[in-house]
């Protein structure tokens, strides 16, 4: 399995440059998991995950697929600081030819949330939600995690209550999780006024919009209202 893979053209380069720029400002030292067999690049992120056990708390998971030059068959989990500085050449590029489209990958490193894995199959759509909606849900979210945590508290004691509030169920009869609106909005996902579609499949949901997927299991605790 080569570590590689050829984009189709400038225009995707410039676009999957633009989907992980914004998942690297919601995680600063965050992973990119790139797998591809055939010619469809699967991109996945996690702005919020459990870095353990003990700490508990929600993993959600950020989604973008594009089509790719070629076949491919890889599945690698790297920094993306080190997909964004490879990219930067062929988006930033004012003589651009196919030859110069190559991704080559550093070598795989390891994160506990790379080894989860949502179903590919079995999605049914169970709803709708607006834009506007999840938009003010992301920000009352950021707002109650700024208000919950004070300037001295330790980062595990962070880590739980953020996980808490990110954990819980976005409205009293949903089970999409607060932090699928914060993963869309901060991923760009959203489109002003679009209805995005909720599927659902076992324990998992899934928030999918025109721009990309957002990929939790489902909240159990609905949120105080």
């Given at each position: 399995?080569?570590?590689?893979?050829?984009?189709?053209?400038?225009?995707?380069?410039?676009?999957?440059?633009?989907?992980?720029?914004?998942?690297?400002?919601?995680?600063?030292?965050?992973?990119?998991?790139?797998?591809?067999?055939?010619?469809?690049?699967?991109?996945y992120?996690?702005?919020?995950f459990?870095?353990?056990?003990?700490?508990g708390?929600p993993?959600?998971?950020?989604?973008?697929?594009?089509?790719?030059?070629g076949?491919?068959?890889?599945?690698?989990?790297?920094?993306?600081?080190?997909?964004?500085d490879?990219?930067?050449?062929?988006?930033?590029?004012?003589?651009?030819?196919?030859?110069?489209?190559?991704?080559?990958?550093?070598?795989?490193?390891?994160?506990?949330?790379?080894?989860?894995?949502?179903?590919?199959?079995?999605?049914?759509?169970?709803?709708?939600?607006?834009?506007?909606?999840?938009?003010?849900?992301?920000?009352?979210?950021?707002?109650?995690?700024?208000?919950?945590l004070?300037?001295?508290?330790?980062?595990?004691?962070?880590?739980?209550?953020r996980?808490?509030?990110?954990?819980?169920?976005?409205?009293?009869?949903?089970?999409v999780?607060?932090?699928?609106?914060?993963?869309?909005?901060?991923?760009?996902?959203?489109?002003?006024?679009?209805?995005?579609?909720?599927?659902?499949?076992?324990?998992?949901?899934?928030?999918?919009?025109?721009?990309?997927?957002?990929?939790?299991?489902?909240?159990?605790?609905?949120?105080?209202?």
């Open positions: 399995m080569k570590n590689e893979f050829s984009l189709l053209d400038q225009e995707s380069a410039i676009d999957l440059q633009s989907f992980l720029t914004r998942a690297k400002k919601l995680d600063p030292d965050g992973l990119v998991r790139l797998r591809a067999f055939g010619n469809v690049l699967a991109c992120v996690a702005p919020i459990s870095g353990s056990i003990i700490e708390g993993t959600i998971l950020g989604l973008r697929t594009m089509q790719i030059d076949d491919a068959e890889l599945d690698a989990l790297v920094p993306i600081a080190a997909v964004l490879r990219l930067a050449n062929i988006a930033d590029n004012a003589r651009w030819r196919s030859r110069d489209a190559k991704v080559v990958l550093p070598d795989s490193v390891r994160s506990a949330w790379a080894g989860i894995s949502p179903p590919r199959a079995g999605w049914e759509q169970v709803g709708s939600v607006n834009e506007t909606l999840l938009t003010q849900i992301a920000k009352d979210g950021i707002q109650e995690v700024a208000d919950s004070p300037t001295s508290v330790g980062g595990p004691i962070a880590a739980r209550i996980g808490e509030i990110w954990g819980r169920a976005m409205t009293y009869d949903s089970s999780p607060m932090g699928a609106a914060f993963v869309a909005a901060g991923l760009g996902f959203l489109t002003e006024n679009e209805e995005v579609g909720i599927f659902e499949t076992q324990s998992w949901i899934r928030l999918s919009s025109e721009h990309g997927h957002v990929v939790a299991r489902a909240a159990t605790t609905a949120q105080n209202l």
